[in-house]
């Protein structure tokens, strides 16, 4: 073993946070960070007897994941995201000691940091969507009518909200129920459009939108602003926010909100997942599948109060 691989961890840590304030250029509350994970992981190796990277097997580094994730007396259980974050200091001072010559082998590079736990998307019950889009009409004006084409096409849709203010009217197809979404990356589809959203679109283009045409009206943009421009994306954002205020909607709504909700009511009405994949634009039904874990929640909670023996 040379002079170098016996290297003390604690010289180790303070060379490698040099490295990383000076040649990285990390900001003092990150190097702050760092500092204080990697005093964590140098009094878990000195509680092995470990005194230098070389003797590090990568079932220490193992160990010393999970006991970030159990806690113990002197630290409470970290969560996946901070126990993540600390093993990728540890494992940043073991390629530094790897890169400089100091070890041999990597013992933490097989180690991979915990996934976060997935976030389920949240989702309006139907009796919300109906309240919002009821409510988003109500004042019974011209640019409340262009609301409530807006909303009735974005959760009759799926659209994203940029696919949905992004629109012409050469995109769409009333009569056959149709419009053509441009999604990420320029992929398009065509999506079916429901009997609501098609009498809502159709009101405002006939009977509101002539009226905000102007002279600053690009092409033939389908959702315009009160000077005749193309709504925008923060526009479209206000006018959800409006509408679920006075709904009396608790819960933070956002565009995305009315996407997820329209994913997991098809699921829930009986689609399949894969249709649903191919409404939404989803390059994988990976990606789809996580609706299906909103489902599933919904299917235990009317199992456990509608069956017999559920609650044996």
């Known amino acids: 073993m040379s002079e170098a691989g016996r290297s003390d961890v604690g010289r180790l840590v303070e060379e490698y946070l040099s490295h990383l304030g ?30 230098s990277l070389d003797e590090i097997a ?31 200091a540890a494992r940043g001072l073991h390629k ?36 919002l889009l009821d409510a988003s009409g109500s004042a019974g ?18 659209a994203r909200i940029s696919e949905a203010v992004g629109l012409d009217v050469d995109n769409l197809d009333l009569e056959a129920g149709e419009v053509l979404l441009r999604g990420k990356g320029g992929k398009q589809r065509i999506v079916p459009v429901g009997r609501f959203a098609q009498e809502a679109v159709r009101a ?31 526009s479209a954002w206000a006018v959800l926010a409006k509408a679920a205020q006075r709904a009396g909607i608790t819960v933070d709504v956002s565009p ?13 009405g009986g689609a399949d997942v894969r249709v649903v994949q191919e409404l939404l634009g989803h390059a994988s039904v990976t990606t789809t599948q996580v609706y299906t874990l909103v489902t599933i929640d919904k299917l235990r909670e009317v199992y456990a109060t509608a069956h017999p023996r559920a609650l044996a």
């Open 22 to 51: 000076v040649e990285r250029g990390l900001a003092a509350n990150t190097l702050s960070s760092y500092r204080r994970d990697l005093r964590r992981y140098s009094a878990y190796l000195r509680e092995r007897g470990i005194a």
């Open 58 to 88: 990568e079932a220490d580094v193992t160990d010393f994941l999970a006991a970030l994730r159990e806690g113990d007396d002197d630290h409470p259980p970290l969560s996946a995201p901070s126990a993540a974050r600390t093993l990728v």
């Open 96 to 131: 530094f000691a790897l890169r400089e010559g100091v070890i041999g082998r990597d013992a933490a590079a097989e180690v991979k940091p915990p996934a976060p736990p997935r976030r389920l998307p949240k989702a309006l019950a139907v009796e919300e969507v109906e309240a």
């Open 141 to 158: 004006t011209a640019l409340a009518t262009r609301d409530r084409a807006l909303l009735e096409l974005l959760y009759g849709t799926g």
């Open 204 to 234: 405002y283009l006939e009977g509101v939108r002539p009226g905000l045409v102007s002279a600053r009206t690009p092409g033939g943009a389908i959702f315009l602003n009160s000077r005749g421009g193309r709504l925008s994306r923060q």
């Open 256 to 268: 995305h909100t009315l996407r997820h909700s329209y994913a997991t009511h098809l699921l829930d």
